[in-house]
């Protein structure tokens, strides 16, 4: 029989070319809300405008709230109606904050269909470069004060012809020529530390830790007048490498030495706490005022500047012990009170299987 519609196959053929149609669409839709999806949720803002300017899309990391997105918009006014006109463009856009933002806006027009700008935030880049670029002043600074020192004492030395004050002259010069070669042996030493990452894994035992650091300072802290008591390791261990572990316990009772009078204490000791094992070193010294307290692990960042130079201090040794923490998943941290004494922890996090193996 023929309906209306033509034959019984021909409308069965119509109702499955209905339903492809249909699954096509449903499969159109799904794909376009995962783009949709992607777009919201990638981490590089995305403002897509129609061939009028008028704005049809805007991603989640190009929504950044009251201020700042003023200051976005009108930025990306100008860039996005350039970029209609068919050019491409770029911008870097600064975000005094808070939070402090570096945003780079990239447009491109979208061959006659609109343009769309990328928004990439270079905070994290930007903050980098500039620890870098203060990082590399303050190495010139430090490295530029004792050598100006050694060429103006070889200029006096070599217009001078008595011998006493020759003599002065070139213990001054070995002081500073000392200064700079300690300098350079700790910016070596951090940068091992921080291109070293983690270094070897081995089981290491504080009992032999503690061992090379007070063979390390029995020695300096005796000249110095400081009572040195070097615990004993309590049986602990951590998974790590010995030689950072044993730089920055040294670093910490170098410095605890140095900043304590005569007839004064350092000690070190180790206890298992939580999960991990924590290194103490405590001294009896000048302690550390409040203010500067969140600023001593800085590199080149000195409390007292005249102490730490007649002591040798390179201004580097609690970056070195931070870094040396973080290499092993832990961290330091400090106590201090000034004219009573500092107390440093280390605490490296220890494993299950790292108890009760030394
Ligand atoms: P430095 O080589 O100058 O000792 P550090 O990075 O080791 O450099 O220490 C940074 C600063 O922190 C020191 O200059 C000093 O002012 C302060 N400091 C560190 N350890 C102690 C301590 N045990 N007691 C008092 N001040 C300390």
Redesign the pocket.
């Known amino acids: 029989m023929k309906s209306l519609f033509g034959s019984r196959a021909e409308l069965d053929r119509l109702r499955r070319e209905l339903d492809e149609c249909r699954s096509e669409i449903t499969v159109a839709r799904a794909r376009e809300e995962r783009l949709a999806a992607a777009v919201e949720m990638a981490p590089i803002g995305l403002v897509v405008v129609d061939e009028a300017g008028r704005e049809v899309l805007r991603s989640r990391a190009a929504r950044l709230g009251s201020h700042a997105e003023v200051l976005l918009d009108e930025a990306l006014e100008e860039l996005l109606r350039d970029a209609l006109g068919g050019a491409i463009a770029q911008r870097r856009l600064e975000l005094f904050g808070p939070p402090q933002r570096v945003l780079l806006i990239s447009t491109v027009p979208l061959g006659g269909h609109g343009a769309m700008a990328v928004i990439d935030d270079v905070s994290e880049r930007a903050r980098l470069d500039a620890v870098r670029t203060d990082f590399i002043a303050n190495i010139s600074h430090e490295l530029k004060t004792p050598v100006g020192a050694l060429a103006v004492l070889a200029e006096t030395l070599v217009d001078n012809d008595d011998l006493a004050v020759a003599h002065r002259l070139a213990g001054k010069m070995m002081s500073e020529a000392y200064r700079v070669s300690a300098t350079i042996d700790?910016l070596l030493e951090l940068s091992r530390i921080e291109l070293g990452g983690r270094g070897e894994a081995e089981v290491v035992s504080l009992a032999a830790v503690f061992g090379e650091v007070a063979a390390r300072h029995r020695l300096p802290a005796e000249t110095a007048g400081v009572t040195l008591q070097v615990g004993p390791g309590n049986g602990l261990a951590v998974v790590g490498d010995r030689l950072q572990l044993v730089s920055a316990v040294s670093?910490?009772v170098?410095?605890?030495v140095?900043?304590?009078d005569r007839g004064g204490t350092v000690a070190v000791r180790a206890q298992a706490a939580g999960g991990a094992v924590e290194i103490e070193?405590c001294?009896t010294?000048?302690?550390?005022p409040a203010r500067?307290i969140d600023r001593?692990?800085e590199?080149?960042?000195?409390?007292?500047?005249a102490?730490?130079r007649d002591?040798?201090?390179?201004?580097?040794?609690?970056?070195?012990?931070r870094h040396v923490a973080n290499n092993h998943g832990g961290e330091v941290s400090?106590h201090?009170r000034e004219g009573e004494?500092?107390t440093?922890t280390l605490r490296i996090p220890i494993d299950d299987e790292t108890e009760g193996t030394a």
């Open positions: 700790d670093n910490l170098d410095n605890a140095k900043y304590t070193v001294d010294g000048v302690g550390i500067d001593v692990f590199r080149f960042y000195r409390v007292d500047r102490r730490s002591t040798g201090g390179t201004g580097l040794g609690l970056a070195i012990v400090v201090s004494g500092s440093f």
